[in-house]
């Protein structure tokens, strides 16, 4: 194996290893401060102490992929910071290495990782957040059926079936699989030039074939004054399964789609005439999110190659984990404003990743010119 070789293997080695190190202290905080959340939660029920311990180690990855960019950051300076005052740095240079020959292992490193937290990380932890929130409603809200959406329900439209070009708009309150059930449902039926001209209200709907069956119906429209029904049918073209999976639009978590469940998402609502930003930002942060690692390596090449332990060292090390947590929360800040729909998906998801690139790419000029 050439020396140089050896050399990138061993910086990456050394990045990867600090990065699981540090994942893994963290994964012990989120894991104690969720489990003593959840006995917290549990206190007046008799539930099993292996239960909230489950739900506990269930919530460690999504706080992680909240901040993973972090991590990387973190691993990054500390990495440097240990190779440089072992002067193994100044070594590896003075045998001709650049300072971007030196960065080059452990940014690969980092993009690889990206790709492989998106791909295989993110769909695991979408996973195990299902399951954390089937616990969550079984043994905490004591719903023994899982729930699709929170008690402020959710939004339908379809098209009426017996009309042509009519409307249907569908809300229920809560929503039910395994059979797919909605509970407290109200339909407002519009005329093709957008006038409203009749509401049904139900306590519980059901969806058989090609049909919606309303039970326990109340029926207002011009003849109809508070019409109460056993039964009531409803012609419709929506299917369980796109229920299920993409009509959970506003009030669902976007957290709970995997990269590969977006996309079909995405073009489902839009098809269907809902609002689909949030779930586009989140789309993007995801794939943004390996060039976002790949800049956390740049950046904290500046701030943790320094050859000499003394105090301007340590500064610039505190100064990069601080920088860390401002662009976790600005990324925080930004995301919401694009799921807003104030500021263009592609800068909401985008311009952190393209800035701190550009900031570690001039940083690294700086520190290799001088």
Request: net charge positive; aromatic share 12%.
């Amino acid at each position: 194996m050439k020396p140089s070789k050896r050399i990138n293997l061993y910086i990456a080695n050394h990045f990867l290893i600090k990065f699981l190190q540090i994942t893994l202290g963290f994964s012990l905080l989120i894991f104690f401060i969720n489990f003593l959340e959840n006995v917290e939660k549990v206190r007046d029920s008799e539930v099993p102490i292996y239960i909230t311990s489950l739900m506990a180690f269930l919530q460690i990855p999504d706080f992680l992929n909240e901040i993973a960019p972090s991590l990387v950051l973190i691993s990054s300076i500390i990495t440097f910071f240990l190779l440089s005052g072992r002067s193994e740095i100044t070594i590896i240079r003075s045998s001709g290495f650049s300072m971007w020959q030196v960065l080059r292992p452990m940014a690969m490193s980092a993009l690889i990782l990206g790709i492989f937290w998106v791909l295989v990380f993110n769909p695991i932890s979408v996973l195990m957040t299902k399951k954390f929130n089937n616990l969550e409603a079984e043994y905490v809200k004591k719903e023994r059926r899982e729930m699709l959406v929170p008690s402020n329900g959710i939004w339908l439209k379809q098209n009426n079936i017996d009309k042509d070009a009519e409307e249907i708009v569908i809300q229920a309150k809560k929503v039910y699989k395994t059979p797919l059930e909605l509970d407290e449902v109200t339909m407002w039926f519009f005329e093709n030039n957008g006038q409203f001209y009749q509401k049904i209200d139900a306590k519980k709907m059901f969806l058989k074939g090609d049909l919606w069956e309303l039970q326990d119906v109340t029926i207002n429209d011009q003849k109809n004054l508070n019409k109460k029904q056993k039964t009531y049918e409803v012609p419709t073209n929506l299917e369980s399964d796109f229920i299920i999976q993409t009509i959970i639009n506003n009030f669902q978590n976007v957290k709970l789609f995997s990269i590969f469940e977006l996309p079909s998402l995405i073009q489902n609502l839009q098809s269907s005439g809902f609002s689909s930003v949030k779930f586009k930002v989140y789309l993007n942060s995801l794939l943004s999110k390996p060039f976002l690692f790949l800049a956390m390596t740049l950046i904290a090449c500046y701030f943790g190659i320094n050859h000499n332990r003394n105090n301007k060292s340590i500064f610039l090390l505190f100064i990069g984990i601080t920088l860390g947590l401002i662009l976790y929360i600005t990324a925080g800040v930004i995301g919401a404003l694009g799921s807003s729909g104030l500021i263009p998906v592609f800068a909401s998801t985008w311009t952190i990743a393209i800035i701190c690139l550009a900031i570690g790419t001039l940083l690294i000029y700086r520190k290799e010119k001088f």
